[in-house]
């Protein structure tokens, strides 16, 4: 039984849908284990130089380099919102995910 709703933030859907289909599948899985526990998946996310991350998670995928960054939202329903899917390299994938929160505060 799915806990969490998973949603997208449109960024991040335009990110996923560019993922070769070899590291989709890697995605997908992680996406399939989000609905059933995205609270106790990942590590939390702190605040650095390049970027404040405070309440979001991150799934790593250390071999092929991807990254998901994501935030539990609503007090009822649980929602999993995913900010950015990308590459660690120059912390790109981070940058992002903060550039996109600040937009929606």
Not at 12 to 19: C, D, N, P, R, V
Request: net charge positive; glycine share 6%.
């Amino acid at each position: 039984m799915k806990k969490f709703e998973i949603v997208f933030l449109e960024e991040a859907k335009e990110e996923y849908g560019k993922l070769d289909g070899s590291i989709k599948k890697f995605v997908d899985i992680a996406i399939t284990k989000m609905q059933l526990r995205a609270d106790e998946l990942g590590e939390e996310l702190t605040k650095k130089s390049h970027s404040n991350l405070v309440g979001c998670r991150k799934i790593k995928f250390r071999k092929i380099g991807i990254r998901i960054v994501y935030r539990i939202i609503g007090d009822k329903a649980e929602i999993a919102e995913i900010i950015a899917v990308g590459k660690r390299e120059e912390n790109e994938v981070y940058k992002n995910a903060a550039k996109r929160l600040s937009k929606l505060q």
